[in-house]
């Protein structure tokens, strides 16, 4: 699971399409879940293993992402998706 979404990389004139959840944090006491996803050119550079070109850190409320009180990838995606970041993103 990831999203397809150009984000201009700053000063660089390259943008990384393919964004993918990669690390995730939950702080229960603290009622926050803290992700972070990183950017590929696209699909293929992410499946050849390629470093990524930028990584974006979030952070939920544990409730809006945790409704049941366990994670779920689909639910995470679509908080990201919830930002002003990913608004127009798509799943890919």
Avoid: C, K
Wanted: no cysteine.
């Amino acid at each position: 699971m990831a999203l397809h979404h150009a984000i201009d990389i700053e000063a660089t004139g390259v943008a990384a399409e393919y964004w993918r959840l990669t690390h995730l944090q939950a702080d229960l006491a603290a009622g926050v879940v803290e992700v972070q996803v990183h950017g590929f050119v696209d699909e293929a550079a992410r499946r050849a293993a390629r470093s990524p070109l930028s990584r974006l850190h979030f952070r939920f409320p544990a409730e809006t992402v945790m409704p049941q009180g366990s994670l779920n990838l689909a639910v995470l995606y679509a908080a990201l998706r919830g930002t002003p970041r990913f608004e127009d993103a798509r799943d890919a």
